[in-house]
């Protein structure tokens, strides 16, 4: 039996890091618990509000935050820690931009995205180039905080 998996982020700024990571993934930040989200609205104003309503300290209110997937296979958890990124992570996650695709098709859809995700804040590390049949190419980049991921 398989099981569920939540992949934890240490971060700065959770709130900031969740929204780039919600971007690249096409995924949502869930509303607060208990609170039905009109189409449409914001949910981090909801959660604004709703840590206001609940007394969290405008201090505390960005120690996490979340984002899932809007068909419910996957989640993305953010917690603020106090020390900056020092090293290498040791696990990364692979972007899946150019599925089905090979060589200069495959290279350009994945270089079409890593100019989208520079402009969301992320830097372009590395280029890999094809080398079949082992290595189809793919991009290293890293989030805002730092966090290396791949776009393959």
Not at 64 to 77: H, K, L, M, Y
Not at 94 to 100: E, I, S
Request: aromatic residues 8%; contains cysteine; glycine residues 8%.
């Amino acid at each position: 039996m398989s099981r569920d998996i939540q992949i934890t982020f240490d971060a700065r700024d959770p709130r900031a890091l969740s929204t780039f990571w919600r971007d690249v993934l096409g995924y949502v930040h869930p509303g607060p618990p208990g609170v039905e989200l009109p189409e449409g609205a914001d949910p981090l104003a909801a959660w604004d509000e709703f840590l206001a309503r609940i007394g969290v300290p405008p201090e505390q209110r960005n120690t996490r935050s979340a984002i899932e997937d809007p068909e419910g296979r996957g989640r993305v958890f953010f917690q603020q820690v106090p020390e900056d990124k020092v090293a290498k992570n040791r696990v990364h996650l692979d972007v899946r931009a150019a599925p089905g695709l090979q060589g200069d098709e495959r290279m350009a859809a994945l270089e079409v995205e890593c100019e989208r995700l520079v402009a969301l804040g992320a830097t372009r590390v590395q280029r890999f180039e094809p080398h079949p049949p082992m290595e189809s190419g793919f991009i290293v980049m890293t989030d805002p905080e730092g966090n290396e991921f791949c776009l393959d």
